[in-house]
């Protein structure tokens, strides 16, 4: 698995937090059993994130099954959202779902599922506090 941490525009992060965000992201890779996957995962941090003209607290995007970028903004609880992102990161390299979120195991979706009932967002919500416990705890 290869980390890497900047800012924004690729922009530099202080070194205490690119070390502590990338200690997480293995760590949250361990608990989901995603360590040994090949990913390349590129972990943006923000002051403040926006997406699509609104405030967001993270947001994972698949390039392909190997190949991960991560937006976290540090105003919110960026250990919990970064542990939301990385359920999203397992989801999509273990083919739970596909690229056009259209597909979530062995279930076809329609793109009109509210954002709080699609399956894998309440997945990533069941699991977060509980990888940001353990991971307190390393």
């Not at 070194?15 to 995962?41: M, P, W, Y």
């Not at 960026?78 to 390299?93: G, T, Y």
Request: one cysteine or more; aromatic letters at 10%; charged letters at 25%.
């Amino acid at each position: 698995m290869n980390i890497i941490v900047t800012g924004p525009n690729g922009g530099l992060v202080p070194s205490d937090l690119s070390c502590e965000v990338s200690r997480a992201v293995r760590n949250f890779s361990h608990q989901l059993g995603i360590q040994r996957l090949k990913t390349n995962i590129l972990v943006k941090v923000h002051q403040k994130l926006f997406v699509d003209n609104d405030f967001a607290e993270g947001l994972c995007e698949s390039i392909d099954k190997r190949n991960f970028v991560i937006d976290i903004g540090l105003f919110s609880n960026w250990v919990v959202n970064l542990a939301h992102e990385m359920v999203h990161v397992k989801q999509f390299a273990r083919g739970e779902m596909d690229l056009g979120l259209t597909r979530w195991k062995s279930n076809h979706y329609a793109g009109n599922i509210e954002y709080w009932d699609q399956p894998w967002e309440k997945e990533a919500r069941r699991l977060q506090f509980k990888l940001a416990e353990e991971f307190s705890k390393a």
